[in-house]
């Protein structure tokens, strides 16, 4: 499987992008999809997964209220909605793919990962 993500950018403070991400390849594979990010100096951290065959979804808490995960099965891909962004968002956010369904907050819980995309948000 084969992710690639997109709609990276800038924002302000209180402000919206969406991020969106593509898989391909062996996509029967998988039965979750999701995001992580990454700010400078700190580890991987969790946002939140959708499952690819139900409605269950899982957020981190810190964007639960936030943002917003939904997937179009047709295209294969995954949206990252986010609202009301904070200038503590900024960081690279990372697509990810995986075989097993479940609020697996550990990057390790996931095979297949995106190359990243870069968001920034001004105060």
């Known amino acids: 499987v084969q992710l690639q993500a997109f709609g990276g950018g800038l924002a302000q403070a209180g402000g919206s992008l969406r991020l969106s991400c593509v898989a391909s390849?062996?996509?029967?594979?998988?039965?979750?999809m999701g995001w992580f990010r990454q700010a400078p100096g700190k580890e991987r951290e969790f946002v939140g997964v959708?499952?690819?065959?139900?409605?269950?979804?899982c957020y981190a808490d810190s964007v639960k209220d936030r943002f917003s995960i939904s997937r179009d099965n047709a295209k294969n891909t995954v949206y990252l909605q986010m609202n009301r962004l904070k200038p503590e968002d900024t960081a690279v956010y990372y697509c990810?793919?995986?075989?097993?369904?479940?609020?697996?907050?550990?990057?390790?819980?996931?095979?297949?990962w995106g190359q990243g995309t870069l968001v920034t948000v001004s105060s």
């Open positions: 390849g062996h996509t029967d594979s998988m039965y979750v």
């Open positions: 959708i499952s690819w065959s139900t409605p269950e979804l």
């Open positions: 990810t793919a995986g075989r097993i369904f479940g609020c697996y907050s550990s990057s390790g819980s996931y095979e297949y």
